[in-house]
């Protein structure tokens, strides 16, 4: 039995144009690439570059897309986000995806499998929120969703952007998917774990980090009660207002957003040894709601050595 090829895809807002340029000089030097690959999977502006290769779009168009008609839609930001307010208005983002995949266009039409994560803020089945992972596999109960639909599903993340249809950023569930796609490909395609490879690509590692001391820290004021400005609102988990370099203006949603995809890589890894590469390369702290981030990402992406990740995928996408 040949390998069962994986591409997983990480959300990252504007940082998604990292992604999508080392996809496009990867496809490049191994054309057969996305041809071969048997499940996409991503989350957030990653459900859209899976989704895209899953329908039979091409790296190349792909980017041009997201360049040309989706960053605008992050070039609006509104007064107080993403602390006090929500930052970005949907609209634009929504009329983009839209615009990109046809309105009639639903999970079972697509040419590959695929997984994309999202949370539902309320699932009536079991009368509470619950994660949720859309797929085409046989048997899914998500085929007749439509395509657009699921990538806003997963897109709408908590500050930045407002819930789509009652569902939430799929970084909530996981901003790596490799796993999910692991379980999907030994429990519903019955694929052997030995089978199995997974080329997981990133939108950036960051260095950001926390070494202060966080005694006394609660979700806004800490020991405070109600400062007279936001001045002397002390260090908090809910928001670091005195940052110093590297350090989350949102402590805790900057972990839960970013720290998973740490856990899936190692996991991954643990899982299937050689048949894991992350390809993720080191970026500053750069926002992932700012387009001006976008033409250092790409140089980024090409100075980036992909030897390494060349040899593995025609090791094990014989291409």
């Not at 996305?34 to 459900?47: H, L, P, Q, W």
């Amino acid at each position: 039995m040949s390998k069962y090829r994986i591409m997983t895809f990480d959300g990252g807002g504007t940082l998604g144009a990292l992604s999508l340029q080392l996809l496009n000089r990867l496809s490049n030097l191994t054309p057969q690439l996305v041809r071969k690959t048997e499940v996409f999977a991503g989350n957030s502006i990653g459900s859209f570059t899976a989704l895209a290769l899953a329908s039979g779009r091409t790296p190349k168009e792909t980017f041009r897309f997201f360049k040309k008609e989706i960053l605008p839609a992050f070039s609006v930001s509104w007064p107080g986000g993403p602390v006090f307010n929500q930052q970005l208005p949907f609209s634009g983002f929504t009329k983009a995806i839209r615009e990109f995949f046809p309105d009639d266009l639903r999970l079972k039409d697509l040419k590959t499998k695929v997984v994309i994560p999202s949370f539902h803020l309320y699932d009536p089945e079991v009368d509470r929120w619950n994660p949720v992972l859309f797929n085409n596999f046989p048997g899914s109960p998500y085929l007749n969703e439509k395509a657009s639909d699921v990538i806003l599903r997963s897109s709408g993340a908590p500050t930045a952007q407002r819930a789509y249809q009652n569902y939430a950023d799929g970084y909530l569930v996981a901003t790596n998917p490799c796993t999910a796609c692991i379980s999907f490909a030994v429990g519903k395609a019955c694929v052997p774990l030995d089978k199995i490879a997974v080329l997981s690509i990133g939108t950036g590692e960051q260095p950001t980090q926390l070494r202060r001391d966080t005694r006394g820290w609660g979700m806004v004021s800490a020991d405070n009660i109600h400062p007279e400005n936001l001045e002397d609102l002390p260090p908090n988990w809910g928001v670091l207002l005195d940052q110093s370099t590297n350090e989350p203006l949102l402590p805790f949603l900057q972990i839960t957003s970013s720290s998973s995809a740490y856990y899936e890589s190692m996991v991954s890894a643990n899982l299937l040894g050689k048949r894991f590469f992350r390809l993720d390369p080191r970026i500053p702290n750069f926002s992932k709601t700012d387009p001006t981030v976008v033409p250092a990402l790409i140089e980024i992406a090409n100075e980036t050595d992909l030897e390494p990740v060349v040899r593995f995928v025609e090791k094990n996408w014989g291409c």
